[in-house]
Antibody, heavy 120, light 107 residues
Framework: EVQLVQSGAEMKKPGESLKISCKGSGYSFTNYWIAWVRQMPGKGLEWMGIIYPGDSDARYSPSFQGQVTISADKSISTAYLQWSSLKASDTAIYYC?????????????WGQGTLVTVSS | DIQMTQSPSTLSASAGDTVTITCRASQSISSWLAWYQQKPGKAPKLLISKASTLESGVPSRFSGSGSGTDFTLTISSLQPDDFATYYCQHYESSPYTFGQGTKLEMK
């Protein structure tokens, strides 16, 4: 059974750093892109970027380039999303999602979401 | 970058109705379009890929159509479980953006 299990909710202060995780199982983790998607409170889905765990090739939406870093450790089938200096506007639920197949970057399995709250 | 625009933003309907949600791309994306359903507090669920291919287990009352820049998601004979928010997403080229969503609410 394919599963993406994300790390738990985080409460941080502005300026702090954070790294959240997404562990895949039940499929060949190295062979499928993993996407990160933001959902701000009461808002829609925003595509942030993707990573190919096989070679750690990462691509970003221009809206998120330079704001976050996407990485992966294929040895433990885990993808990461990290911030070096959080802002209040980073408060959101963050989902990871598995690409369907080699050329088709839509998402057939999703993590449960990680709620990140940034507040002083 | 390709922008995706959904309409309407909110749609009020009753059980048994047939509804249509529209998604427009800012440039041609061939048929590289997916539709998702999201319920409150849950992750999105994939419904349709390649504009019209129904995912396994998705009821046949859901259907998708279109190509190029204009796409539709149609839900026939609405069931209570269908009231949710729907998103389109293109996957023609990175960044693979989502539409802003259409909330289907009970009239």
């Amino acid at each position: 059974e394919v599963q993406l299990v994300q790390s738990g909710a985080e409460m941080k202060k502005p300026g702090e750093s954070l790294k959240i995780s997404c562990k895949g199982s039940g499929y060949s983790f190295t062979n499928y892109w993993i996407a990160w998607v933001r959902q701000m409170p009461g808002k829609g889905l925003e595509w942030m970027g993707i990573i190919y765990p096989g070679d750690s090739d990462a691509r970003y939406s221009p809206s998120f380039q330079g704001q976050v870093t996407i990485s992966a450790d294929k040895s433990i089938s885990t993808a990461y999303l990290q911030w070096s200096s959080l802002k209040a506007s980073d408060t959101a639920i963050y989902y990871c999602a598995k690409q369907y197949s080699g050329h088709d970057n839509y998402y057939d399995y999703w993590g449960q979401g990680t709620l990140v709250t940034v507040s002083s | 970058d390709i922008q995706m625009t959904q309409s309407p933003s909110t749609l009020s309907a009753s059980a048994g109705d047939t509804v249509t949600i529209t998604c427009r791309a800012s440039q041609s994306i061939s048929s590289w379009l997916a539709w998702y359903q999201q319920k409150p507090g849950k992750a999105p669920k994939l419904l349709i890929s390649k504009a019209s291919t129904l995912e396994s287990g998705v009821p046949s009352r859901f259907s998708g159509s279109g190509s190029g820049t204009d796409f539709t998601l149609t839900i026939s004979s609405l069931q209570p479980d269908d009231f949710a928010t729907y998103y389109c997403q293109h996957y023609e080229s990175s960044p693979y953006t989502f539409g802003q969503g259409t909330k289907l609410e009970m009239k």
